[in-house]
C-alpha cells in the first residue's frame, strides 16, 4: 500500500481560489477570543433573536405542515414564500415584483455568489464602492474579474467618478453598490445620486447590483427609493433576512429582470438546489403575522441607542486627528486614523489591550485604508462599547 504523507495539493487549487483576503473573513466569522471587546463582525445583537415566537411557529411547521417544512423546496423557493416576498417588496419599497422577477436565495451572500456565477467570466469589469463589503469583493475575486474601485464620500458613490471611468472606456458587467448603511462605511447614497446612478448606468446600458442588507434598519425607520423600485429593468437587487431576522437562517431575496433573475436561479441548481423549507416556512410565519411590524421598530431602537453609546464613546476617548462617519442606521462606522497610523500594524497591540476591530486595507479592490478600520456597534452592550473604544484609543495614542 502507498502510503501518502506530506501530499500538498496546492497544485490542484483552481486559479479562482487564490482570492485575497480570506484570512480576514474567517477571522471575523470565528469572533475573538476572550477577554477581548470585539467591535468586528456585522453580526445583529441576540437580543434581536425571536427565540420564543420562532419556537411555537416551528413545533405548528412541525405538527401540521412536515411534508413542506421538512421537505426539498422548488429551486425558486417556495410559491407561497415568494408570494409573501412580492408583497413584502410591494409594502417597503412601492412596486410588487412579478413572480418571474423573484427568486428565494440562502442569503444575501449565496446571491452575490449566484450573480457572480451567472454573469462574469475571467477578467469582466466590475466596478465597486472603494471601499467595499469585504464578502463581495471576494467573490468578485474568486470569479477572477477585474474589480474596479470607484471613490465615495459622505453621499455614497461618487457618481461623478463613475461617470468618468465609464466615458474613459471602462465597460463593467455590473456596478456594485449598498445604497444604505454601507458596509463598511455606514454611508447612505443620496437620493439625488440614486436618480443620477440609475440615469448614468441606463445612459451606458451597466447592470446595477443592488445589496440591501442594512435598508431595513434605519435608526428613525425612514427610507429612500430603492434602485430597484427607481429602475426594476436595470437593477438585480439582493437582500438579506440576516439582519432583521435571524442569520442562522441563511435566508435572502433577489429580485430583477426576470431573464436575469432566471440565470441565477438556474446557477442555484448546481450550488444549494433550494434554500431550506423549514427556514423559509419559518419566515413566511412569521411575516404574515405581523411579526416584523412589532420586531423592527425595537431592533431599530437598540441599534440607535447603540449607536449613541459608540459616539458618546469616540467623541470622549479617541485622540485628536481622529475621525468616524455618522450612519443613520445599521451596525456600522469607519474610523480614520491620523496619518501614517497603520490599522494593520496596529492589531496585535489592539489585541493585547483588549479590543478588536477590522483594518481597512481588505475593504478597498485596490490600495488604500491603511490608517482607516471598521467598528461595529450592533454587538456589544452599550457599557462594553465605552470600555471597548476607551481600549482603542489608548492604542492609538500608543501608535500615533
Ligand atoms: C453588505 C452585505 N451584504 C451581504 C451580506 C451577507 O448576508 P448573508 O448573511 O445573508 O449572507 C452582508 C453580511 O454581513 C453584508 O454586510
Redesign the pocket.
Known amino acids: 500500500m502507498t502510503e501518502l504523507i506530506g501530499t500538498d495539493w496546492a497544485h490542484a487549487f483552481a486559479r479562482r481560489t487564490q482570492g485575497r483576503g480570506n484570512a480576514e473573513l474567517t477571522a471575523i466569522l470565528a469572533g475573538s477570543p476572550p477577554g477581548v471587546l470585539s467591535m468586528t463582525?456585522?453580526f445583529p445583537n441576540p437580543r434581536t433573536f425571536p427565540a420564543d415566537v420562532l419556537e411555537e411557529i416551528t413545533a405548528r411547521l412541525l405538527r401540521d405542515d412536515p411534508g413542506v417544512a421538512l421537505q426539498y423546496t422548488p429551486c425558486e423557493g417556495l410559491p407561497g414564500v415568494r408570494a409573501y416576498l412580492c408583497e413584502r417588496q410591494e409594502a417597503l419599497q412601492g412596486r410588487r415584483p412579478a413572480m418571474g422577477e423573484l427568486i428565494v436565495t440562502?442569503?444575501?451572500?449565496?446571491?452575490?455568489a449566484l450573480m457572480c456565477r451567472s454573469l462574469l467570466d475571467p477578467g469582466d469589469a466590475v466596478a465597486v464602492e472603494a471601499p467595499t463589503?469585504l464578502?463581495?469583493l471576494l467573490a468578485f475575486a474568486g470569479y477572477e474579474a477585474d474589480v474596479v474601485g470607484v471613490a465615495m464620500d459622505d453621499e455614497g458613490l461618487s457618481v461623478d467618478a463613475l461617470g468618468e471611468r465609464l466615458e474613459a472606456g471602462l465597460r463593467p458587467k455590473l456596478v456594485y453598490v449598498?445604497p444604505e448603511f454601507?458596509?463598511p462605511t455606514g454611508r447612505t447614497l443620496s437620493l439625488a445620486r440614486r436618480h443620477a446612478l440609475v440615469e448614468l448606468c441606463r445612459r451606458h446600458g451597466v447592470l446595477i447590483f443592488e445589496?440591501v442588507?442594512?435598508r431595513e434598519l434605519a435608526f428613525d425607520g425612514g427610507s429612500l427609493p430603492s434602485l430597484w423600485s427607481l429602475a426594476p429593468d436595470l437593477v438585480l437587487q439582493?437582500g438579506?433576512?440576516?439582519?432583521v431576522f435571524f442569520?442562522g437562517v441563511?435566508?435572502?431575496w433577489a429580485v430583477g429582470p426576470a431573464d436575469v433573475v432566471a440565470q441565477l436561479a438556474a446557477a442555484k441548481q448546481t450550488s444549494d438546489q433550494c434554500a431550506g423549507g423549514l427556514g423559509q416556512r419559518l419566515l413566511e410565519e412569521y411575516g404574515r403575522a405581523g411579526h416584523f411590524e412589532r420586531s423592527l421598530p425595537a431592533a431599530r431602537a437598540l441599534y440607535a441607542s447603540h449607536w449613541a453609546a459608540i459616539e458618546a464613546a469616540l467623541r470622549r476617548w479617541l485622540p485628536p486627528g481622529c475621525t468616524w462617519t455618522t450612519p443613520r442606521g445599521g451596525f456600522l462606522t469607519w474610523l480614520t486614523l491620523p496619518e501614517g497610523v497603520d490599522s494593520i500594524a496596529m492589531r496585535d497591540a489592539a489585541t493585547a489591550a483588549g479590543v478588536a476591530y477590522v483594518p481597512g486595507a481588505p475593504f478597498y479592490s485596490g490600495s488604500g485604508g491603511r490608517n482607516e478600520l471598521r467598528l461595529s456597534f450592533s454587538h456589544l452592550g452599550e457599557e462594553e462599547l465605552d470600555e471597548a473604544v476607551s481600549r482603542l484609543a489608548g492604542v492609538i495614542r500608543a501608535t500615533a
Open positions: 463582525g456585522g440562502s442569503g444575501g451572500m449565496e446571491c452575490i463589503y464578502g463581495a449598498i454601507q458596509n445589496d442588507a442594512y439582493a438579506t433576512f440576516s439582519k442569520p441563511r435566508l435572502g
